[in-house]
């Protein structure tokens, strides 16, 4: 367990864990951070099985996504010799990689065992969903603006430390709340938020949040807090009057024609979790950043305000990255001006590259959840598909 923990703690900032607690269907059940091989294999695609769930009902119609004339067979140089597709994901465990190119599949392939219409869970790249939706809640109207105190939506944390923070800084990871995203710590706030009920009627991690104390000012330092992920869910859920699960289906997954339902993790108070696990078909992650790089339109209508996505995939705050253009936008990372991605730990990943209109989806089974020479290896392979596609 604490060669788990020393992994996280590497994670903790670059990726966010799903450390908060889960509700197993089976008392006893380990920690999905302490899967290993064909537990992984098996669990993620399996999540429903295990773990309390609210189905993301699709709708009637799928949105196509028609396969190329030209498929690609990227091929790619990483620690000293030539790699193709097949070989780096039998190497790095990638149960599924699909890349689009102009809306349209140039590259298609599964391992682990995983088919088509299999599910995967997403770690926290369900962040950057909970994210669109504070979008469509804005354009519904059932989210004032950006300014909005989230004590408006979640009256629970007046006269806490959040008292004053808006909802774009929690998007932007700056409230200014003090928070401790140290795993190897067991004492921890990542390690504890979450894990009890506090406060018999209030939400665990909402019960949590508001007994922290503050330490910067809201808006000026970016502070990975998984905590937050989950208290963006829950002020969503709550300002539109509906669990996040049904609002994602009325506002994504019908009208945009996702394939298949998805299912989403909830935590120990029946909330979906903001910052963790949904599990989704390897084609319905693409659609996810297609819709994103359409402009969030779905069914002929403007789920999010018109210019939500750009500014929401753009650089809002520094991130301490050192990359020209690198940082942080509302729950996506922004790796270069031209490139953003949502991403969760043991290797999803969701990649744009908006002026080439190219996205580039990894489901894997990483045997840690995060590590420097994993990263290096998928950005090689993501080098070698953007040759590919030239």
Not at 172 to 199: C, F, H, Q, R
Not at 216 to 245: M, R, S
Not at 327 to 347: L, S
């Amino acid at each position: 367990m604490r060669r788990i923990v020393s992994w996280l703690a590497a994670a903790s900032v670059l990726a966010g864990a799903p450390a908060l607690a889960q509700t197993p269907i089976k008392p006893g059940t380990p920690s999905i951070l302490a899967w290993h091989g064909e537990t992984q294999a098996v669990g993620y695609r399996t999540i429903e099985s295990i773990y309390s769930t609210q189905v993301v009902k699709r709708g009637a119609k799928v949105h196509p996504l028609p396969r190329a004339t030209r498929q690609i067979e990227p091929s790619f140089e990483f620690d000293g010799k030539t790699w193709t597709i097949a070989d780096y994901m039998k190497a790095y465990r990638v149960s599924g990689l699909l890349v689009l190119k102009d809306g349209k599949i140039v590259l298609e392939r599964y391992g682990l065992g995983r088919k088509p219409a299999d599910r995967w869970t997403s770690f926290s790249v369900a962040t950057s969903v909970t994210s669109t939706l504070v979008g469509a809640a804005i354009q519904d109207g059932k989210i004032k603006s950006l300014s909005a105190p989230v004590t408006d939506y979640i009256p629970e944390l007046k006269g806490s430390a959040y008292e004053g923070v808006t909802v774009r800084q929690m998007l932007m990871m700056s409230s200014g709340v003090k928070w401790n995203e140290d795993y190897v710590d067991p004492k921890s706030d990542v390690a504890v938020a979450g894990t009890a009920i506090l406060e018999p009627g209030v939400d665990p991690i909402v019960s949590y949040l508001r007994k922290l104390p503050r330490a910067n000012p809201p808006g000026g330092k970016f502070n990975y807090n998984t905590g937050e992920t989950d208290l963006v869910g829950i002020l969503v859920a709550k300002a539109v009057g509906e669990p996040l699960a049904q609002y994602a289906s009325r506002k994504i997954w019908k009208p945009y024609g996702m394939e298949r339902d998805a299912v989403w993790m909830t935590d120990l108070g029946g909330y979906e979790r903001g910052g963790c696990c949904i599990s989704m078909t390897l084609r319905d992650y693409a659609r996810v950043g297609q819709f994103i790089l359409g402009g969030g339109k779905a069914g002929g209508k403007q789920v999010v305000p018109a210019d939500w996505t750009a500014e929401a995939t753009k650089k809002q705050i520094d991130n301490g990255a050192t990359e020209p253009g690198a940082g942080y936008g509302y729950f996506w990372w922004i790796r270069a001006p031209d490139r953003y991605e949502a991403v969760g730990i043991f290797g999803q990943s969701i990649t744009t590259f908006p002026k080439d209109r190219l996205i580039i989806v990894q489901n894997a089974a990483w045997p840690r959840a995060t590590g420097k020479d994993l990263s290096a290896a998928r950005n090689a392979m993501i080098e070698g598909v953007m040759k590919a596609v030239e």
